[in-house]
């Protein structure tokens, strides 16, 4: 039985994908890589980050200082972003249920909880945040130590290959979720535990277990 739910933030409970395709645009001068066109979204979401960034043109060593300045502009937009329909009405009825509900995220706390206040969601319990975008292995082996969680009581949500990755790695159950940024054919090289498409199916597992 799960009494621990972890979520992701950008994609898994925030509509987020265009906002950070925009930034990327915004940005690519900058950078030197080629800007992403609308007609370009779709096959980008069947690609590894590392793919991605070979057809955009842009070499791996500048992705940490790309993914700072992103997180730096994304703040300025966060008022105008939407919760993912449907979310929030699944997240109030697992928390009845007194389920604890936290975010890993690899955007910036300060960022997700300017959203969550914005929201007023009170929902969740925890927040904790990946150092860069492929350190959330590390920073789900430093959460559960912190908070003496056991694996088996984790279900971690998310939306991405990497997510599920990590999952993998750290050895807890992942539900990949097929509206956030990458396409359901990626996310299922990542095995995740369950694969799902609207976020009642979420309150159907938990409430299943």
């Not at 791996?60 to 979310?87: E, H, S, T």
């Not at 206040?117 to 350190?135: C, E, K, L, R, W």
């Amino acid at each position: 039985m799960y009494k621990v739910l972890i979520f992701d933030f950008n994609g898994t409970l925030v509509q987020s994908k265009y906002l950070v395709v925009k930034l990327m645009n915004d940005l690519a001068d900058k950078y030197g890589y080629e800007k992403i066109k609308d007609e370009d979204i779709e096959h980008l979401a069947s690609l590894s980050i590392r793919e991605r960034l070979k057809v955009m043109k842009c070499p791996i060593y500048k992705l940490p200082m790309l993914v700072a300045d992103v997180k730096k502009k994304y703040k300025d937009d966060v008022i105008d972003l939407d919760i993912v329909p449907g979310i929030r009405d699944v997240l109030s009825r697992v928390k009845s249920q007194g389920m604890t509900m936290g975010i890993l995220s690899s955007n910036s706390e300060d960022n997700i909880q300017k959203f969550l206040g914005i929201h007023d969601s009170q929902m969740f319990d925890f927040v904790y945040t990946a150092s860069n975008i492929f350190g959330k292995e590390k920073a789900l082996r430093k959460l559960l130590k912190e908070r003496g969680i056991s694996k088996d009581e984790v279900l971690y949500i998310g939306d991405e290959l990497r997510d599920a990755e990590a999952c993998q790695n750290t050895g807890i159950a992942c539900a990949m979720v097929t509206w956030g940024y990458d396409a359901e054919e990626l996310l299922i090289q990542g095995k995740p535990t369950y694969l799902i498409h609207e976020p009642e199916e979420l309150y159907q597992i938990v409430a299943s277990v």
